[in-house]
């Protein structure tokens, strides 16, 4: 019914950027809360940022002053520009929904928690 999408990962040298992509598709008339989640090799998946539609952000401590989350709303897509990339930013970085509204007229219309397949973020030393 949802589709989470992401892309723009790829192989980067520390110190580098990187902007990634996820495009949500399906019968969607607003998701109040998008999230950019990350899991490095043999480690839990972790929050990286978070976005309300209406523009409210949250940052994990490590990545503070250097990843910047935006959101077009209209377009139902949330980015990650992720600059100075050092190695332990490395993982697959996954896209999140944990609500999506179907219906305007409905407020019972929603499913819940919504994942992308990720995007692989490369960083070398």
């Known amino acids: 019914q949802v589709q989470l999408v992401e892309s723009g990962g790829g192989l980067v040298q520390a110190g580098g950027s990187l902007r990634l992509s996820c495009a949500a598709s399906?019968?969607?008339?607003?998701?109040?809360?998008m999230a950019w989640y990350r899991q490095a090799p043999g480690k839990q998946r972790e929050l990286v940022a978070t976005?309300?539609?209406?523009?409210?952000?949250h940052y994990t401590d490590s990545v503070k002053g250097r990843f910047t989350i935006s959101r077009d709303n209209a377009k139902n897509t949330v980015y990650l520009q992720m600059n100075s990339l050092k190695p332990e930013d490395t993982g697959v970085y996954y896209c999140?929904?944990?609500?999506?509204?179907?219906?305007?007229?409905?407020?019972?219309?929603?499913?819940?928690?919504?994942w992308g397949k990720g995007t692989l973020v490369t960083v070398s030393s």
């Open positions: 999140n929904a944990d609500r999506v509204y179907f219906s305007d007229h409905d407020v019972n219309s929603y499913g819940l928690d919504y």
């Open positions: 399906g019968s969607i008339f607003s998701i109040p809360t």
């Open positions: 976005i309300t539609s209406g523009g409210v952000i």
